[in-house]
């Protein structure tokens, strides 16, 4: 199933040197075989929005059919140095963003290395740090950052003056900027009146997080966006509970006042306990993750439903501790949204996963014009699933159980998943990037 092309039948599928050489109805050979009948072979899952990119999680990510996870929210504040870290190569393809909330942390000089605690979300920063931190996005963009990241809810302090510097960058080097928007609609115009004003390209992240019962409206004022030629796009994520920091700005700024059924809304992970005040003022010393239960099913059928939207995971993993998302977003959106609820057809929950995620990025990342098809010549990162078992089984008391229903997954015309196996001791992955010198 090809969702470009929209191809859907019974075909033979070539690997040559890491490409697709042929696909075919004719019967083909090889050095080695996959036998596919019965299962849907489809473009390898392309995820936008992961955090904690490590070994552990391109594990956990490739037993769920990605191929190729990228870090575009919080992004990098160190370009280079963040790929040299992951280099040559990884389970599956990695890549990240220039990120404004962790350029401001280290301009700001904030004493945390995870999400902004005090001066990175606080601080006012003068026009003199302003323009630094520019500096740095630029540099960053020159190092090969896929793009722009942004999180406003995170940097509260942040002046308006300085985000639409960043939209600025963001136009002048036609690059998306990917924003975690301050919750809500006014957080959305916000954006979007960032990115008219200065013609910048804008992903809007984990949409239903953020927008919550307002989900409706929110589409339909992205959608009036891209109907008067904004160049807008959003994703989402199949779950109603989100996950974060609970020293973050976002938590401390919303909740340090809450009553205690409103801080019922918190899970502390570790235990499954729901919090009041003197648990969150307990666990707000230690800090950690907790789950954030605000949202409803409804509203993610509304958002996952959307031709507007592609699905991202922000997957979320730390220290042993995440956001089942981390494990099972793909498997959820084709088991839940495609076989159980028919939200979806099956063919748009893979172009939602695959051509619309390389769409976005293929002007800035070249490379990206070679995923998310299944067609001669592009890149054999490849999933195949038994469209009639896939579903997640990670929760958040086990975060990490895999999927069911995943059987094969190829990266770069290699196997890091055979017959619902993680192959151990491959590393295919290459990092995607933007040219640079």
Request: charged fraction near 25%.
């Amino acid at each position: 199933m090809d969702p470009e092309s929209e191809l859907d039948d019974v075909m033979n599928i070539g690997l040559r040197d890491g490409r697709i050489a042929d696909i075919t109805t004719e019967p083909i050979e090889g050095g080695d075989s996959i036998d596919a009948h019965g299962l849907v072979v489809a473009p390898g899952f392309i995820d936008l929005h992961s955090h904690g990119t490590t070994d552990e999680t391109y594990r956990m990510q490739s037993l769920d059919g990605v191929t190729t996870t990228l870090e575009l929210e919080l992004g990098t504040s160190d370009v280079a140095a963040w790929y040299r870290e992951r280099s040559p190569r990884q389970r599956i393809n990695y890549g990240v963003s220039v990120g404004h909330i962790k350029v401001r942390m280290s301009v700001m000089n904030d004493s945390s290395d995870w999400f902004p605690l005090d001066h990175g979300a606080y601080g006012i920063a003068s026009p003199a740090q302003v323009r630094e931190m520019m500096e740095r996005i630029e540099g960053g963009l020159g190092e090969g950052a896929i793009c722009i990241g942004a999180g406003f809810q995170y940097t509260p302090a942040a002046t308006r003056e300085e985000r639409h510097e960043i939209f600025r960058v963001a136009a002048r080097t036609k690059t998306p900027v990917h924003v975690h928007i301050v919750p809500g609609i006014e957080g959305l115009k916000d954006v979007l009146s960032l990115a008219k004003e200065t013609n910048a390209p804008l992903q809007v992240v984990h949409l239903n997080s953020s927008a919550l019962s307002d989900t409706p409206v929110m589409l339909e004022i992205i959608e009036a966006a891209r109907a008067s030629g904004d160049d807008v796009t959003a994703e989402a994520y199949p779950y109603a509970a989100g996950m974060t920091e609970i020293k973050s700005a976002t938590i401390q700024d919303v909740y340090k006042d809450a009553s205690d059924a409103r801080l019922a809304d918190i899970e502390w992970p570790r235990t499954g306990e729901r919090l009041n005040r003197e648990s969150f003022e307990r666990y707000s010393q230690s800090g950690g993750p907790i789950v954030v239960h605000t949202n409803t099913e409804t509203m993610v059928t509304e958002a996952i439903a959307s031709p507007l939207t592609m699905v991202a995971s922000d997957a979320y993993w730390q220290n042993g501790t995440g956001h089942p998302r981390t494990a099972g977003t793909f498997s959820r959106v084709l088991g839940r949204y495609v076989r159980e609820t028919k939200a979806l057809s099956l063919m748009e929950a893979i172009d939602k996963m695959t051509l619309k995620p390389a769409r976005r990025l293929e002007a800035r990342v070249p490379a990206m014009r070679n995923k998310g098809r299944l067609c001669k010549g592009a890149d054999a990162d490849i999933t195949i699933f038994d469209a009639s078992k896939v579903i997640d089984r990670a929760t958040y008391r086990r975060p990490s159980m895999p999927s069911v229903g995943i059987e094969h997954v190829i990266v770069n015309g290699v196997s890091v998943v055979l017959n619902a196996q993680g192959v151990e001791g491959v590393t295919p992955g290459q990092h995607v990037r933007a040219p640079f010198e």
